[in-house]
């Protein structure tokens, strides 16, 4: 199954393509798997400043249903399994990119709205299916949905597990960017490398506080203090110092 993940570079951008797409990329055990696998390792990666999730014309219909019926403690592990991957998107150091076209339904969208930006063309399509197998939302969908709309419009999704067209998913704020078809791709790794130019250090730092909210104004508070104060003594804060003063672009070193 080592060949149902695939990982190409631009520079320093991981571009991330699940292949199955006989079953157009459902998650099974041993796809979630792999793609956590491949999630978390490229986080030890320095040399890949931002990466891009894409599933190729489709995008992830969901869960593999005919590999899910599982023991309940097979299933419970697997489930670990795939948190994995999700805290590594929300959470780790990488700013993700998701490129969608076509579905994006159950765990698939879970997947989409765990990188921190998603763009798709309007023939993408999104559900949260969870519902119509008798099934909750997971990998952390109520959370992501809930950053990204709100609690009515979370519960409306969710609970109607209606779909949704691309263009109303950008209405809602679901994706960031709408893209022509047959450009979603190149509209994401575009994107990406936007990103890379940003620091390491502070990019890495404000992922890790968005993962964490809502934080009460107290805790937030405290956390700035401690991340600005080690933040203000990298070689990156002090570059971009210095290329303030002699007013030219900061070359950031990731240090």
Known sequence: MADTVLVERRDEVAIITLNLPRKRNALGVELVAALSRVLTDIQDDRSVHALVLTGGTHFCVGGDLGGLHLPILEMRRSMLVGHRMIRALVGGRLPAVAAV????YGAGFSLALACDFVVADDKASFCAAFGKVNLVPDYGL??????????????????????????????????????????????????????????????????????????????????????????????????????????????????
Not at 151 to 166: F, K, Q, S, T
């Open 101 to 104: 076209e076509g579905n994006a």
């Open 142 to 255: 109520m959370w992501t949905l809930t950053q990204r709309v709100g609690m009515g419009r979370m519960r409306e999704i969710v609970m109607l597990c209606e779909a949704i067209p691309g263009s109303k998913a950008y209405e809602w704020g679901l994706v960031d960017r709408l893209s022509e078809p047959g450009k979603v791709l190149d509209g994401a790794i575009e994107l990406a490398q936007r990103l890379v130019r940003q620091p390491t250090g502070s990019m890495a730092a404000t992922k890790a506080a968005l993962a964490r909210l809502p934080l009460n104004l107290d805790t937030l508070l405290a956390w700035e203090a401690d991340t600005q104060a080690v933040l203000s003594q990298s070689g990156d804060f002090l570059e971009a110092v210095q290329a303030f003063a002699e007013k030219r672009p900061p070359n950031f070193a990731g240090t």
